[in-house]
């Protein structure tokens, strides 16, 4: 059974700092993929990774994929209040059904 | 493209009656459509899966028989919550496959009381 883990869950940074999210994921997967959901909301697209030492990135949001060490960070770099958001990685079981991580609480005070 | 009507946005219903919830592709054929159930602050989970003319798949620990899932065209998906109770209370999202990739609906707060 894929399990899917991220951590940290919950993140309170500063404007302007960098952080990483991880994403672990158990069994082998050709695809990952990150989401963004604003509370009330659903789930906006980030990147979708599908190759071993794929690296995407949008504005601030830096994404990579190690599919050797089943791994997937998604960086951001000089945090800025809108980014605030809980980030989801899921991961393709097969079948196109995707299994998600726990989620990442995001916050990022002025 | 791949704009995706998910309706209704939010429903309060009394506890026992039905509440239908439709998933809509409005510039695509989605030959796949799979249904999420989100509690408040926890994951996504998967529901079930559905092509278009069969029967739904559904996940382990998910019953069928009240929540009902019709797939009848490319373009329409439905989710029936029969019977709801307070615990059926969530967010219910579709994701929908299309020639490009897949795209998710809008999501629908359900609140039984």
């Known amino acids: 059974e894929l399990k899917v883990e991220q951590n940290p869950l919950f993140l309170s940074m500063q404007e302007g700092k960098n952080y990483t999210i991880y994403c672990n994921y158990s069994?082998?997967?050709?695809?990952l993929y990150w989401y963004r959901q604003d509370p009330g909301k659903s789930l906006e697209s980030l990147f979708v990774?599908?190759?071993?030492?794929a690296v995407k990135q949008e504005g601030r949001l830096m994404a990579s994929l190690d599919t050797k060490a089943r791994l997937s960070t998604l960086h951001i770099t000089a945090a800025v209040h809108d980014l605030s958001a809980t980030y989801f990685c899921?991961?393709?079981?097969?079948?196109?059904?995707?299994?998600f991580g726990q989620g990442t609480r995001l916050t990022i005070n002025p | 493209g791949a704009v995706v009507s998910q309706h209704p946005s939010w429903v309060i219903c009394k506890s026992g009656t039905s509440v239908k919830i439709e998933c809509r592709s409005l510039?695509?054929?989605?030959?796949?459509m799979f249904w999420y159930r989100q509690f408040p602050k926890q994951s996504l989970m998967l529901m079930a899966t559905?092509?278009?003319?069969?029967?739904?798949?559904?996940e382990q620990g998910v019953e069928k028989d009240k929540f009902l899932i019709n797939h009848a065209s490319l373009t329409l998906s439905t989710l029936t919550v029969t019977s709801a109770h307070p615990e059926d209370s969530s967010f219910y999202i579709c994701?929908?496959?299309?020639?490009?990739?897949?795209?998710f609906g809008s999501g629908t707060r359900l609140t039984v009381v």
């Open positions: 990774l599908l190759s071993n030492g």
């Open positions: 994701r929908l496959k299309w020639v490009f990739g897949y795209t």
């Open positions: 899921a991961v393709d079981q097969g079948a196109q059904k995707l299994v």
């Open positions: 510039d695509f054929q989605a030959t796949t």
């Open positions: 069994t082998t997967s050709d695809r």
């Open positions: 559905s092509n278009e003319g069969s029967k739904a798949t559904y």
